[in-house]
């Protein structure tokens, strides 16, 4: 089963760039399928930052940038404020006609 | 306001069946494509049921597939599960896909609802 992998956890002081890496393979970012990530608060609902690779969602701050480079894709959090902290999932498509999401990411900011 | 809230969660026994439902208020369900994705305890986000806006075409996770449904009317998307697992456990979302734009349909979903939770236990 396909599987898009994320390190498990990321972190950083305020201020600081971030990146959070999204390894997936052929048959899915690796085959062109757009990349999506969204930030997910326990006990709220999913909220997505950045859709096709790169464009940011109405309303996300140019903080939150993407980028996509052969079988991976990476999220990046400039400038990181305490109120980024929460667990973080990139999300494609696969040849086999299924959505996947990433293993997810927890940001904590120090 | 445009918006989406999920019910019909609850404490299920193995084996047993339930029906979640996913109100939409604000804009035509049937002209948007929807999706079904799941949280279980610790877990992460796992996409597990789509149906297309336009011509109703469905695609399954294979983890629920022959077991759950996903269906719609005019401004509510169902999911009926069966043969329910302890695994299923989960709190269950729907989400709207992004609108297309004038070239191109992207897969993110760009409105949730809050989840409703479902529990199988022995």
């Known amino acids: 089963q396909s599987v898009l992998t994320q390190p498990p956890s990321v972190s950083g002081a305020p201020g600081q760039r971030v990146t959070i890496s999204c390894a997936g393979s052929?048959?899915?970012?690796?085959?062109?399928?757009?990349v999506h990530w969204y930030q997910h608060l326990p006990g709220t609902a999913p909220k997505l930052l950045i859709y096709a690779d790169n464009n940011r969602a109405s309303g996300v701050p140019d903080r939150f940038s993407g980028s996509k480079s052969g079988t991976s894709a990476s999220l990046a959090i400039n400038g990181l404020q305490a109120e980024d902290e929460a667990e973080y999932y990139c999300?494609?498509?696969?040849?086999?006609?299924?959505?996947?999401f990433g293993t997810g990411t927890k940001v904590s900011v120090l | 306001e445009v918006k989406l809230v999920e019910s019909g969660g609850e404490l299920m026994s193995p084996g047993g069946s339930l029906r979640l439902s996913c109100a939409a208020s604000?804009?035509?369900?049937?002209?948007?494509?929807m999706n079904w994705v799941r949280q279980a305890p610790g877990k992460g986000l796992e996409w597990i049921a789509y149906m297309s806006g336009s011509d109703g075409i469905i695609y399954y996770a294979d983890s629920v597939k022959g077991r759950f449904t996903i269906s719609r009317d005019m401004n509510s998307l169902y999911l009926q599960m069966s043969s329910l697992r302890v695994e299923d456990t989960a709190i269950y979302y729907c989400?709207?896909?992004?609108?297309?734009?004038?070239?191109?349909?992207?897969?993110?979903?760009?409105?949730w609802g809050q989840g409703t939770l479902v529990t199988v236990s022995p």
């Open positions: 604000g804009f035509v369900l049937t002209s948007y494509d």
């Open positions: 989400g709207r896909d992004l609108p297309c734009t004038s070239t191109s349909c992207y897969t993110a979903i760009d409105l």
């Open positions: 052929s048959s899915n970012i690796g085959s062109g399928f757009p």
């Open positions: 999300q494609s498509d696969d040849s086999s006609l299924s959505r996947l």
